[in-house]
């Protein structure tokens, strides 16, 4: 039975990895910086809580992820740890760079001290692309535009230096955004189906957004954790872009969410300048045309299908 260590394993990704991996018969160790304070409810919400072997490691702290590495002995480490919100990097720009870089840092040098053939999954981000008219790929430079964009971008070079260099097999999945109802709150999406969703019950609230021009690539979250499980599959390690390929503004996603509830978005949502980040990305594009052509990964889901299965979640009232 194949071991998997998932550092980060309390958030969205986590969790449908966590229920990926054990559906295909993995004996799955779930790591968070303190896990007798966690509930892991994202995990509980999968219905895989008691399946997943559950463990506190601090990635900013290297005698932690050598002590988890040396007691788990994983066949592969996927390390979505780390601060997850752009907005939030702009608060909190030295904890955001230590716990992705860091972290990464951490990872790759305690797989490379134990000499074992770990296989290593980095969760980069399309944010180190910034703005991106023409739809990027894996040879697009990066350009990153947040405190956030900034740390993936030093994680995604280490990775690539510890796999020339030392010969790991380590790879970084250049992620576009994903969503799912186990996204925390404060993440633009569900903010947005949680505020439609409360609306319709007679809320009377108006739910106020930052720059609603904005556009992104938007996938379905299970989709892309079997785009991570496929890059550890290969023959020789790779990275790639995981995305769908189709850009939307951030209007559009508004106005479904809020179709799907019934509403008229326009009676119910309007924009607050107070709310626009420091430095933002106007445009996100995706060419996932190497993932298709490799991994044989394609996403299964568009804009339309998050939204409705998103919104189906918040109006029955749970994940």
């Known amino acids: ?65 050598m002590q988890a590495i040396e007691r788990v002995q994983p066949d592969e480490i996927y390390n979505l740890a780390g601060q997850s919100s ?9 904890e955001t760079f230590e716990s992705i870089s860091v972290g990464t840092l951490n990872i790759l040098e305690a ?9 290593i999954y980095s969760a980069g981000s399309s944010e180190c692309f910034g703005n991106s008219d023409v739809p990027a790929d894996e040879l697009t430079p990066f350009r990153p535009r947040s405190p956030y964009a900034i740390a993936k971008a030093a994680a995604y070079w280490q990775v690539a230096n510890y796999r020339e260099s030392y010969g790991l ?41 930052g720059n609603m021009d904005i556009q992104r690539d938007w996938g379905w979250a299970p989709d892309y954790v079997e785009a991570m499980w496929g890059m550890l599959q290969q023959a020789a390690p790779a990275d790639f872009v995981i ?13 479904m969410a809020f179709r799907e509830a019934s509403l008229n978005a326009a009676d119910h949502v309007e924009s607050d300048p107070t709310l626009f980040r420091p430095a933002d ?39």
């Not at 896990?35 to 072997?53: P, Y």
């Not at 951030?250 to 106005?255: G, H, K, N």
Request: glycine share 10%; aromatic share 6%.
């Open 111 to 119: 797989v490379r001290f134990v000499r074992r053939p770990i296989r």
């Open 1 to 65: 039975m194949r071991k998997a260590l998932i550092c980060g394993v309390t958030g969205q990704d986590g969790a449908y990895l966590s229920r990926l991996l054990l559906d295909k018969g993995y004996e799955v160790h779930g790591a968070s910086r303190d896990a007798q304070a966690s509930t892991f409810a994202n995990l509980a919400a999968l219905g895989v809580r008691d399946r997943v072997r559950v463990g506190s490691v601090s990635v900013t702290d290297f005698r932690s992820v």
């Open 169 to 209: 097999f380590a790879c970084t999945g250049i992620l576009f955004n994903h969503e799912s109802p186990l996204r925390p709150a404060r993440f633009v999406t569900r903010k947005i189906t949680a505020a439609a969703a409360r609306i319709a019950r007679g809320s009377g609230e108006k739910l106020k957004l």
């Open 281 to 319: 990305l106007e445009v996100g594009r995706a060419n996932p045309a190497r993932a298709q052509a490799v991994l044989g990964w394609k996403a299964r889901h568009g804009l339309e299908d998050v939204v409705r299965l998103m919104m189906a979640a918040e109006l029955k009232g749970g994940a």
């Open 243 to 255: 995305a769908t390929g189709e850009t939307r503004s951030l209007r559009d996603f508004v106005d």
């Open 86 to 94: 752009v907005g939030l990097s702009f608060e909190q720009p030295v």
